[in-house]
Structure formats: structure tokens, C-alpha cells
């Protein structure tokens, strides 16, 4: 099992031009003092060797002044929409069935025209126009989704749509519903430790085109939609990445995947007019498979206790938090954390009723439903969790605006 934890703690250390080790980074944050870099709470700490930088040069008086903040918010969802009893006519299940053991009661499906790449620049468009952030003042660009249309990666692809004109890196995070707040803490650390200055995470999912539409147990649960956030350096004052506290287990990978697999064909591979003993194979995807009693029970246990860390890390108490918004996976799930929290359900956001688990999508989703409909407002304090295949988990305490 992998833990990485921290919170993130910027003071301004006095500038030199040769920075002496010890340096300890690591994936949990950061504490300075003094020129040195030292470790907070982690499981990793990579050594640093000397290193000569002119003050010019040098990112250090970014790295350790400048806090970051969500600053906009946008999400897209496809134009079909497809309810429990559409779903009724396709496998044995009712509206009722579906809905007392998930919550969920529709979802969206992509079809026609919709592309996961045309979900991720529309709702990355809201977000930037409400950041009042220009395409070509971006840094950065972080795509969390599992199902990207390129196996290389859909995050370049929603560069160039974007039309920044200045070339920034654009990469894909791949945690499937996890995948959200690991971007969230990528962005911080490029802030922190890279200088970066404007950040767009995009969390899409396109679960859709993996799910056996045959299988009431699975079909039933997923959505396909797009949700956005703008991630924006300030003054440590600021700051609103308060802690966070990221896990992975692979052992519990079996119980939530959807394996590579070769189809085997009868051709053979031709050189030259020669024949290899090589057969053709093609790869593909299975459908998603997943042991739901598992998967219920790793939630309920881990989860909690996740958001409870990060709490303790930012030194703060559930009662000092103004919302809770957890991954959208099931009506039970999040019932059942907000219980053990001691979270009321009034300070719950949840929006899965009408678009189900869309993995990465769902927290950016809810929160910007949430943000546009005036629930959630600037300087509110979040609890949010993302957990899924891998397995992962991973929670961060941030502030809004």
C-alpha cells in the first residue's frame, strides 16, 4: 500500500545562492526554513544534491511565498439522457430497484456528435470565463480521465482546442475516480514547487463505451460528463489547499477493474511476402467488472478515515467544515460516510441522482452545480474525497474562492 499525506506550509526563507542539502521533497507537502527544505509528514523523501542557481534563475521565492486557490469552475454533460425505466426496457431492473440501492435515477450518455475531448473543452471554456482567465495565460493543463480517445492521452488535444496560444504542458492523470483530487494536489505542487502561476484541472469520464449494458448490476451505475476547475497561485495568506491525504492499495485491484485482453485471430503477420510465426492479435478493453459488496465495503472503511487525516492535518474539525462532497458513486456510499463524519445531511452535497457515478467528472460536477446555484460560496471550506479502482482514495481540505 502507497500513503502519501501533508499539508502544505510555505514560509519565506532567506534567499542564497548556493541551496545546501539537506532537501527533502516529497508527495505530502512541504515545510522551509532557513534556505533548507524539510520533510512534513510522508512516506518518501528523495535527497537533493547541491546545486548552484543565480537569484534570476531561481523559482525559490515562488516556491516558498505563494499559496494557490480555486478560483472557477465549469462542467459539460452529453445530450442523451438515459433513466431507470429506459434502462428497464433493456435488462431486468425497475426504477424503484435502482434507485433505493443507488440513489440514482438517470444518467448521461455519450452519442452523435458528443466526444469526451468536446465534454472537456466546453466545461474547461466555463470554468476559465468564470476565473476571468484567458487560454494563453495557462500553465498548465491536467486532464484526470480514465477513458481518454487517444491511448497517448486527451489532455494535448484539449490544449490545442483551447487554442493557448503559449504551448503549455498538458498531460493525463489516470486514477480513474480518484483521479479529480490527485489532479487537484498535481496542481498545487506545480504552483508551489514549479512557479506556475494559472492551472486547469479537467476531470471527464466517457464510462459509457466500457460498461456491458447486458449486466443490471454494473450498467445501471455509470454516466459519462465533464467537470472543470481553474487553480490559481496567491499569496500564502490565501491559500485554499489546506491538507490532503492520497492512498493506493493494488491488492484491491480485483476487485474494481477492466483488464487489457488479446483477441486472437487466424491471420498471420506477412514481411516481405514472407510469413512470421508471429499470430495477429489485437488488444482491447474488458468491460468494467466490479465486486460491488467489496468495493461498498472499502469505501465506508477507508474513506472516513482519509478525510479524518486531513482534517487533523489542516487542524481542523468537521464542524469547522462548511460542505462535504465526496465522489458520486452511490446514494449509500455517501450516506453512510456523512454518518460516520457526523457530517448532517443538509451540509451534503450530492447531484447523483441525475447523472451517476461518472468517476473523475463527478466531484468538479457537483461543485460547480453547487458553486452556480449559490450553495457553495466564496471562503467555504470542503471535505472532498475521490475513491475507486486501483484501488484508490484520496481526500483534500480546500476553500472555495
Known sequence: MAIASGSFQPSVPSLR???QPPAGFSRCGFSLSQGNFKKIVCSSTVKGAQKHVSSSESRLPRLVSKGCKLVGCGS??????????DLSKIVDTSDEWISVRTGIHNRRVLS???SLTSLAVDAARKALEMADVDPDDLDLVLMCTSTSEDLFGSAPQVQRELGCGKAPLAYDIRAACSGFVLGLISAACHIRGGGFQNVLVIGAEGLSRFVDWTDRSSCILFGDAA??????ACDSEEDGLLSYDLHSDGEGGRHLNAIMKENKTNDKLGFNGSVSDLPSRRTSYSYI???GKEVFRFAVRCVPQSIESALE????????IDW???????QRIIDAVATRLEFPPDRVISNLANYGNTSAASIPLALDEAVRSGKVKPGHTIATAGFGAGLTWGSAIVRWG
Open 17 to 19: 545562492q548556493v541551496i
Open 76 to 85: 459539460a454533460v452529453p445530450t442523451l439522457s438515459v433513466s431507470n425505466d
Open 112 to 114: 452523435g456528435k458528443d
Open 227 to 232: 467537470g472543470a476547475v481553474v487553480i490559481q
Open 289 to 291: 467488472q466490479m465486486n
Open 313 to 320: 492535518k489542516a487542524g481542523r474539525t468537521t464542524s469547522s
Open 324 to 330: 462535504l462532497l465526496l465522489h458520486q458513486a452511490n
